[in-house]
């Protein structure tokens, strides 16, 4: 081979940027590494929040005051579960990233910059959700539902640790994600998934399905339901309003 020969491949070749067409084998080998990155991540947060343990669990049982635990090793693992969960919230701002940038590898270079505004978005919904939660939703269900025992002159309320925070996680942690409902629709439309036709269509489903999950959840109190319903509510509108009125789908 002559000089000019080997000297005529580029050698500053920047790599290509990803278009959507990854093999499968690449988008599998992508997502374990931001699986893992975000699995540390939440090591690194339990690692902080366990010095801080006895001050989350104390904010986690005002709602309900004294905790029992029934079993030798109840207490033990219940604190090691508020531990990764607390470390899941504070190493939050990296799992989001990882998981829209995952999930986004189909914007321009230039949409991609909307990561800067999705990430901090998608935390600060989130934990908005999680507060409106524990606020509103949770102490109203514990008082709903030990009103059923208290009705029973046999019957006192005696929670034990583990079944609390369970109690606690199931009502407080789903609103988190409910509230990241505008950006998953902003996203969606942005991909051409959703339209604001389909939207619209379904829009009185949602407001439905927004009240019975308020009548669930909290007591037979109207104003209580409604406070429930309206921020799903609201959230779903300015999902349908971005995309209909400013993406224009």
Request: aromatic residues 16%; charged residues 15%; contains cysteine.
């Amino acid at each position: 081979m002559t000089e000019p020969e080997k000297n005529s491949a580029p050698v500053d070749e920047a790599p290509a940027e990803d278009d959507g067409t990854m093999s499968l084998t690449a988008h599998l080998e992508e997502l374990r590494a931001r699986i893992i990155k975000s699995l540390l991540a939440i090591c690194v947060g339990s690692g902080v929040a366990y010095f801080f343990l006895d001050e989350i669990t104390k904010l986690l049982t005002l709602p309900v005051g004294k905790l029992y635990y029934m079993r030798p090793g109840e207490a033990f693992f219940t604190y090691l579960k508020i531990d990764i969960a607390a470390g899941f919230l504070i190493a939050l701002p990296v799992v989001f990233y990882h998981a829209w940038k995952f999930f986004l590898p189909a914007l321009t270079r230039n949409e991609r910059a909307v990561l800067g505004v999705l990430v901090p978005a998608s935390v600060i919904l989130f934990f908005v959700g999680l507060a409106f939660s524990f606020l509103l939703i949770l102490p109203v269900a514990l008082k709903f539902f030990m009103g059923f025992g208290e009705e029973t002159e046999n019957l006192q309320s005696l929670f034990s640790f583990a079944s609390y925070f369970e109690f606690v996680i199931i009502f407080v942690l789903p609103f988190g994600f409910v509230f990241e409902l505008p950006l998953v629709i902003i996203v969606l439309g942005k991909l051409g998934i959703l339209t604001s036709e389909a939207l619209g269509k379904y829009r009185r489903y949602v407001f439905f399905f927004s009240f019975v999950i308020g009548a669930l959840v909290t007591s037979p109190d109207v104003i209580t339901q409604i406070a429930v319903a309206i921020p799903v509510i609201l959230l779903y509108e300015v999902g349908y309003r971005v995309v209909k009125h400013i993406l224009r789908r």
